[in-house]
Structures are given as C-alpha cells and as structure tokens.
C-alpha cells in the first residue's frame, strides 16, 4: 500500500521511536563519547600552542617565557630561535597529522567494513592515547626534545584517529534508519564539538602546572574509554537478537522510514535495506571496493565541498584559541575557555539543519543557506571589536553557519550516501564512503592548516578570514548541482501536493 508523503513521514517518526531500546541509548552513547574523547586529545594540542612555543623558544627572545623557570634549562631544551618559528612548525604539525589523518582514514573505512568495528575502534583509541602520552608527556618529563621524533608521533597519531569516524558513522548507520536521521546524526555529530569543549576545559584546568598535564589526563581519559568501548559497544542489532534496519514484518512503513534519502524513488520495493555490518557470516554481504564507492552518486562533490568545510572548519579548532590569544593579547586559559563558543554554535547548528533537513527530505538546501550566511558571519567575526561578550556572541553564531553544515556533511550526509539504492542489500558501503568523504575533507584541512599559518605571518589574520570565505564560497560551488536536483525536486514534490488537493 502506498502512503502519502506527509502521512508516511509520520509513520515513519513514530516508528523511529517506537524501535528505540535502550540498546540503541547505549550506542547512541558510547559511540558520541568514543569520538569525543578522541576529539578531546586533539583539542589538548590547539589549546596548549602558546605554551608549546613557549617552550621551545629561548627566554632571551620571548616575552612569555616564565620568569621562575631556570634560565640554564630553558635555553638547554629550546628548539627555535624565535616565537615565529616555533608557531610555524606547530603549523607543520597539524598539517602532518591531518594528512596522516587524511591517508588512514581511506584505510580504516575498508578495513571498517570488514572487520568487527568494536575492535577496530578500541584499539584506535587505546593506541593513540598512548601516543598522545608519549608525545605531550613523557618527552617533557625526560626533557626530551626533537622535531623529527615530535614529527614521527604525530604521524602515527593521525593513522590511528582515523579509525574512529568511519567506525562510529557506521555503528550508528547499523543502528538508526532514515526516519529522523538528518534529527539523530544532527544531534549525534555534536559529538566533535563536545570533545572540543571537553578538551578546553581540561587543558585550561591543568594547564597552570604544565602543558605536559594536559596532555596525561586527556590521554588517559581516552584510554579508559577505549577500554569501556571494547567490552560494552554493539556494533549490530544482530548481536542481541533484534532485526536489522528494514527486516521488519510489518514491511512498507518501516522499509520507507530507513530508506536513504539519496536513494532512487524507482527502486524495486521489495528489495531488503540491510544492516552495513551484519554478524550473520552467511548472509554478510560483501564489502564495496574504494572505486566503487567514489562512482556512488554525490560522494565525489561531497567530498570536495567538504574538503573545502574542513579546511574552515579545522582552522577554527586548530587555530582559534592562538588567534584570540595573539590578536587580542588575552590570556591563554581565557582563549581557551572563550573557544568553547564556536563549538556550541556547531552543536546548534547541526542539530536544527538536521531536523529541517528531515522535514523537507532534503539536505542540500538546507547546507546553501547556511553557508551564505556563514558568509556573512565570517566577514563580520573578522572585525569583531576587542570586547569578550561581542566576541563570543559572533563566534557562536560563525560556529552556528559553519560547524552545523560540516556535521551534516560528516555524519548524515554520509550515512545517506552509504545506503543509496546501488549498494542496498548486495554490499557493505557506509564505513568506506565516510573514509572516502572525510578523508578528502582532511586533505583539504591539512593544506590549509600550513596555509593559515603561511598567510598570517606575511600578510595578517584579516586575509586569513578572506581565505575562509572563498573556500566556503567554494564549498557551494561544488554542491551547486545537487541544490539544483533538490530544489527542483522540492517544487515537483509541491505541484504533486497542490494537484492532489
């Protein structure tokens, strides 16, 4: 039988709550704050780059070294002669771990579907906490400095990260069907933004008594996580006797609900939606190859508009506490803790573009209009005055208009994209296609994290927030095709509704 598109809607949401058990809270759960955690370590290092370059800059040259610490020592462990030096190889880093980052993560999306999740997952966790320990940590314990050494680990760190995104995407793509996933992924994929402000606010509470602490409590914090997560995550509902996504008896309601929004409306309704990561061996479908992937419709311009997001996106995470405290000259712990602003825009954000992506049954645009305006907001968080409540408003609206489109892009926009109807029901595609989105993402991130660093130092912040609205600019271009195919959708969809009264 076939329902009108409002009434099926409503079918479908009612659905959506009335398969939820706690097994799917549990889920919901373990894979935000695995990914949180994660986050939280790489915040630690954006958060603690004054201190850093403190550190490695003689005394003699730099007007924040501590005055208490011993000149004999400082100057015996520094590795730059100057301030502008040791920033741009903390630029060099995060452009190393991104594209570390970038590389592992076309990996661990094929190695994502097709091993167990769990174990891909706890493993990426518990690695790169240990590595985080030894790289903030242990060398300051030792007094150990080396660049090429700081350079290794980092590299190591960005491969084992990346496990963790493909992994969480597609346990929550096992998990929650299309009913309500633009709502589920929009407030799930807050879960970077968490990490964010969970890993200011633990940098800024140990950070008085060395930068090295903040990196030993984030680091063991993820470690303990990653422990919880092998023993207490569910990677499928198969694992405690519940039906997949779409196996359901009552069939048509329930097929609809999780059926992908960038799916072909002319699809054999008999066809089966199939769990991305089932246990059941005999009736595992295989695992979709890399190029496969890359030829499903709209992976490729996603992936380069979100290349373009990330690089924004990131220049904020990576660089936005050293921006506050270098422009406006206001104390680290307080740039730290005043950051925390634009990760509750993206929180926001994501959450409401999700849920007016749901009602419209269409994501691309809803992801222009915010983008024009993060336009806008970028040219005006520009000139924002050297005033703290002005400058926070600003920020969460920016966070609002950037970060919410990036999640969208990350998380439901993926899942979409790995449950299309080519791939339905004859192969595992969703923890690949999220590798392939975000790892271009990072690429993009990881050339504009030197790029920022690059463009500051020889022509000023305010052409690094020129730079920033071109690439948003440029985000749009990409999926222009797309906002087309929809809005032309939207209006069919309209005059079918207005004949039909």
Known sequence: M??????????????????CTHHHIVVFLLTFFSYSLLHASRKTFSNVKVSISSQW????????????????????????????EATLFLGTLDTIFLFSYAVGLFVSGIVGDRLNLRWVLSFGMCSSALVVFFFGTLTEWLHFYNKWFYCCLWVVNGLLQSTGWPCVVAVMGNWF??????????????????GNILGAFLASCV??????????????VQFAGGVIVFFGLLTSPKEVGLPELGADEDGGVEEDANRPLMGNDDADDDDRNYSIQATDTDNQ??????????????????????ACLKLVNYSFFFWLPFYLSNNFGWKEAEAD????WYDVGGIVGGTIQGLISDVLQKRAPVLAISLLFAVGSLFGYSRSPNSKPINAVIMTITGFFIGGPSNMISSAISADLGRQDLVKGSSEALAT??????GTGSIGAAVGQYLVSLIQENLGWMWVFYFFILMTSSTILFISPLIVREIKLLLHERRLRTLAE
Do not use: M
Not at 337 to 340: A, G, P
């Open 2 to 19: 076939a329902f009108p598109g409002s009434l099926r809607r409503q079918l479908a949401s009612r659905g959506l709550v009335s398969n």
């Open 285 to 306: 479908p295989k695992a979709i190859g890399f190029f496969q992937a890359c030829c499903l419709p709209g992976v490729v311009l996603y992936s380069l508009a979100y």
């Open 337 to 340: 803790q005043l950051s925390i």
């Open 177 to 194: 069907g299309k009913a309500g996933r633009g709502f589920v992924f929009g407030l799930w994929s807050a879960c970077a933004s968490v």
């Open 433 to 438: 296609v999220t590798g392939i989105v975000d």
């Open 207 to 220: 950070l008085k008594y060395g930068y090295e602490y903040a990196f030993l409590v984030t680091a063991s």
């Open 57 to 84: 800059t003689p005394s003699c040259l730099n007007s924040t070294a501590p005055e208490l610490r011993p000149y004999e020592l400082w100057n015996s462990s520094h590795l730059f002669p100057s301030a502008e």
